[in-house]
């Protein structure tokens, strides 16, 4: 849908340029926007393969299946159908330390391959299964506690404070969090 959506909004875009005489600024943007892109992605960049080290190096020195183990009460309260599968534990623990860290870019991997799994696991292969839900769920809150991705955005914008943005970010996530948590599980025992 969106590979139809986008070449229309930009021919609309064009055309309406053309025809309002506003060609030249729309060239500039073009050319504006690609620099910013560039840069921004070079921060960005910087950024994620920082933290992607930092996660490569909590997996290999088992930090990872440290943190999965003091998750674990909590992974078995929010996805009750995977019981006591140790590697999909360890799969949604290492997604949800990544989204705790604010780490949307470096949680993406690891959400699909637990997603991955989940899917092996799941009866009915058409339909999403309640793990399956919870876990979407859980990435599109993203619950962070350092929100490392806006703060390299206000960074690469210049801003005077990129960290004040700490404190809502938290209270945004946790509240989203809770709600959909609470959603999903209603659901749950609705559709039971």
């Not at 590697?87 to 993406?108: D, F, P, R, V, Y």
Request: proline share 4%.
């Amino acid at each position: 849908m969106l590979n139809i959506l986008w070449p229309v909004f930009i021919i609309i875009s064009y055309t309406y340029a053309c025809f309002s005489g506003n060609l030249e600024n729309i060239n500039n943007g073009i050319f504006s926007s690609c620099n910013d892109a560039v840069e921004l992605t070079i921060t960005f960049f910087g950024t994620i393969t920082l933290w992607c080290g930092i996660m490569q190096i909590a997996e290999d020195s088992h930090l990872s299946e440290k943190l999965a183990k003091l998750l674990k009460p909590i992974i078995r309260f929010l996805f009750p159908e995977i019981k006591n599968d140790e590697k999909i534990n360890s799969e949604i623990s290492l997604n949800m330390i990544a989204n705790i860290l604010g780490l949307g870019n470096a949680a993406t991997p690891l959400g699909l391959k637990a997603m991955k799994s989940l899917q092996e696991k799941n009866p009915t292969k058409d339909t999403l299964s309640n793990s399956m839900a919870m876990l979407i769920l859980l990435n599109t809150a993203s619950l962070q506690f350092i929100p490392t991705t806006i703060i390299a955005i206000r960074v690469s914008l210049d801003s005077v404070n990129p960290t004040n943005i700490i404190l809502p970010v938290w209270i945004s996530t946790l509240l989203a969090a809770f709600a959909g948590i609470f959603a999903v599980k209603l659901f749950i025992k609705l559709g039971k």
